[in-house]
């Protein structure tokens, strides 16, 4: 215990040394930070001044750039609208298909449906003869051609 108190006092006297008397009756000056120099402040000029060139150029730069490449920024456009249109699509049905009870009556719709289909077109050759000129009919009226 001897050596502690040993450190101790030499820490208080070393303490008792080193004290320093601050004079807080004039308050201290403030220090105005240097003038740049001018050729900092030309280079920084310089920037500015081809930033602000590109800037207003910029609207000619953007209508040259959808000028020149309309159509493939189109299809680009149609391409993203038709994945979201699907992803959206598939979120909605699948949330559909969440909900108890809606997910069989559906499938008993389709079936019921289906076997409609099948009984009013595919039965008889009547009826397949209609359903062929009703395609061909509809075929030309989207591709133009008989």
Do not use: C, H
């Amino acid at each position: 215990m001897e050596p502690m108190q040993q450190s101790e006092e030499a820490v208080a006297a070393e303490a008792q040394d080193l004290k320093v008397d601050v004079n807080v009756d004039k308050p201290g000056a403030i220090i105005k930070p240097p003038a740049p120099s001018s050729s900092t402040d030309q280079a920084w000029q310089e920037w500015v001044q081809i930033a602000s060139e590109f800037l207003s150029r910029l609207p000619d730069y953007v209508g040259d750039f959808f000028s020149s490449y309309q159509k493939p920024l189109l299809t680009i456009g149609i391409i993203v609208t038709g994945g979201i249109t699907v992803k959206v699509t598939l979120a909605v049905l699948d949330a559909i298909n969440d909900i108890p009870l809606l997910a069989p009556i559906f499938e008993l719709v389709g079936i019921g449906y289906t076997a409609w289909f099948v009984n009013r077109y595919l039965l008889k050759v009547e009826t397949r003869k209609e359903l062929t000129d009703e395609f061909k009919a509809l075929k030309g009226q989207v591709v133009g051609k008989d």
